[in-house]
């Protein structure tokens, strides 16, 4: 089964930085990524990185103001987000992508339990 766990959320002030984590049971994935769900939105997607090239994508929301990385060693992917804003309020999931296959088919198979952001104004 695998596992991924989230950790880093909590309260910020707005301008604020906070940096969330996920640890994955394996390190067999080919991407993976941060999508968040605001109280009465649909999930959104915020983050993605391949594991092996590092080549990262995000959403225009957050675009100059989140970096994700990954560390290889410790098997995390991470998000540094700054400038915060009272909009990034949401619960932040960690995902991932088996394959290449499943990263055309737009298929996240794994997830994370998430973790709350708060920023307040």
């Known amino acids: 089964q695998v596992e991924l766990v989230e950790s880093g959320g909590g309260l910020a002030q707005a301008g604020g930085s906070l940096r969330l984590s996920c640890s994955a049971s394996?390190?067999?994935?080919?991407?993976m990524g941060w999508f968040r769900q605001a109280p009465g939105k649909s999930r959104e997607f915020v983050a993605a990185i391949v594991w092996q090239s590092e080549d990262t994508s995000y959403a225009d929301s957050v675009k100059g103001r989140c970096t994700i990385s990954r560390d290889s060693a410790k098997g995390t992917v991470n998000l540094q987000m700054d400038s915060l804003k009272p909009e990034d309020t949401a619960v932040y999931y960690c995902a991932a992508q088996k394959s290449y296959y499943s990263h055309i088919s737009g298929v996240w198979g794994f997830w994370g339990q998430g973790t709350q952001v708060t920023v307040s104004s």
């Open positions: 394996e390190q067999d994935f080919y991407r």
